[in-house]
């Protein structure tokens, strides 16, 4: 039982998987949170065109 424990102990391949999943969600975190600063950056652009141009806006 002792043996058994220890080698769990040491075993580390499950804390890679946390690891990449922990990873994979801040680059979740971080892609989101740009193209949603973006988008609006983009939308006050087409919206600032579509003023000048004189076109109806939604």
Not at 23 to 47: H, M, P, R, W, Y
């Amino acid at each position: 039982m002792k043996n058994l424990l220890a080698r769990f102990v040491r075993n580390e391949s499950g804390a890679t998987a946390i690891e990449y999943g922990l990873i994979a969600g801040l680059i979740a975190v971080a892609i989101i949170t740009t193209v949603g600063l973006v988008g609006t950056d983009v939308n006050g652009a087409f919206q600032a065109i579509a003023t000048a141009l004189n076109f109806p806006t939604a």
